[in-house]
Each structure stands twice: as C-alpha cells, then as structure tokens.
C-alpha cells in the first residue's frame, strides 16, 4: 500500500506539456522495471512507456512516440514522463505501475500499481 505515488497531473491546453513523477519505495525501485499506463473512460488501459531498471531500455506505445519520454533517478527513487504536444485525447488518468519483469510492462502487467493521477488535455 502507498508504495508507488504519483504526481503531476492536471489540466492543460493542447500543444502544451506536463511532467508526472512517481515516487517508489526504495525496495521497489532498486530493482524493478517501472512504467506509465493511462486509462480513459470507456477505453481499455494501456501501457504508453517503460523503462528497464538500469534506465538502459526504455519502450514507447505508438500513440506517444516522439512525444513522451519516460526517465528515472535512482537516487530519487523517482520515474517520470515528460508529456508534449499533448493532445485532447492523451486526457486519461496516468498510473504509475512496477514489475520485476520488465517485458511485462507494455503487455499490461503490473506487481506494484499507484493510485493514478488525472491528465485532461482541452482543445
């Protein structure tokens, strides 16, 4: 519980950016995969990046490629995603999820998941 905590979220024009940040445990961080999904109303949730523990291989969904970028401090214990360009339908609420399999995360799979943080792009 209160392992994964994210931030950042809130409302923004299109063309604009956000940055959301999760902070972990140190227990999680130190050796997991970390990754961002987002779920809209009606829609199913989907991973939009990842990143391998040693921040060495990171994947992208499509729909945010070239315009989200996924990092993280290891000393923070902190992942983020960088958003811009963002567009009305990027408007989802944002989870912070972990796993120790790393090839898990874009398949939807999670250990450890956030409580989620809201994104409303308007045009």
């Known amino acids: 519980q209160g392992q994964l905590v994210e931030s950042g979220g809130g409302l923004v024009q299109a063309g604009g950016s956000l940055r959301l940040s999760c902070a972990a445990s140190?227990?999680?961080?130190?050796?997991?995969?970390m990754g961002w999904f987002r779920q809209a109303p009606g829609k199913e949730r989907e991973c939009v990046a990842a990143?391998?523990?040693?921040?060495?291989?990171?994947y992208y969904a499509d729909s945010v490629k070239g315009r989200f970028t996924i990092s993280r401090d290891n000393a923070k214990n902190t992942v983020y995603l960088q958003m811009n360009s963002l567009k009305p339908e990027d408007t989802a609420n944002y989870y912070c999820a972990a796993t120790a399999r790393y090839s898990d995360l874009p398949r939807g799979y999670g250990d450890y998941w956030g409580q989620g943080t809201q994104v409303t792009v308007s045009s």
């Open positions: 990143i391998i523990w040693t921040g060495g291989s990171t």
């Open positions: 140190r227990r999680i961080f130190s050796s997991y995969a």
